[in-house]
């Protein structure tokens, strides 16, 4: 399954919202890097793997990944697949995985879903601008 608009997405995320820590590990990234809106919808999304599919958490990853590629980039596809992945990582997966771990057991008012609408169509309109450029 591939997303093609941010309100797939959205849709997607509310039958999630409540079991995947997902906005409390956006909200925590949003926190450490605040102007990486990349990294924070990584976060956001990197738990819709179970709701596109059966599979092991290495397969969600990547079921992810797929999902969301076409709309929010390679980077932010990266992020969602290597997440759960043991080995070597770069500074924005060890931030995500800490991130990850850290909205298990993280008690924070997190906001609502609907805030990060805004985030996702910026995300997905700069990639779109840059896959046209390609």
């Known amino acids: 399954m591939e997303l093609r608009s941010v309100e797939e997405l959205m849709d997607l995320l509310y039958v999630c919202r409540d079991q995947c820590g997902a906005l409390r590990t956006a909200a925590l990234l949003r ?3 605040p102007a ?3 990294i924070q919808v990584a976060g956001l999304v990197h738990a819709i793997g179970p709701m596109l599919g059966p599979g092991d958490q290495a397969r ?5 990944a797929d999902a969301v590629r076409p709309l929010l980039g390679g980077r932010v596809a990266r992020l969602v697949r ?3 992945t043991p080995g070597p990582a770069d500074d924005d997966l060890l931030r ?3 991130a990850v771990e850290e909205a298990r057991t993280a008690a924070f ?3 609502v879903l609907e805030d990060w609408r805004t985030v ?3 995300v997905a309109e700069r990639n779109s601008r ?3 450029v390609d």
């Open 109 to 111: 008012d997190a906001g």
């Open 31 to 33: 926190r450490s890097r």
């Open 130 to 132: 840059l896959e046209s």
């Open 82 to 84: 290597d997440h759960a």
């Open 120 to 122: 996702l169509e910026l």
């Open 96 to 98: 995500l995985r800490h």
């Open 36 to 38: 990486d809106k990349e």
């Open 60 to 64: 969600h990853a990547h079921r992810a």
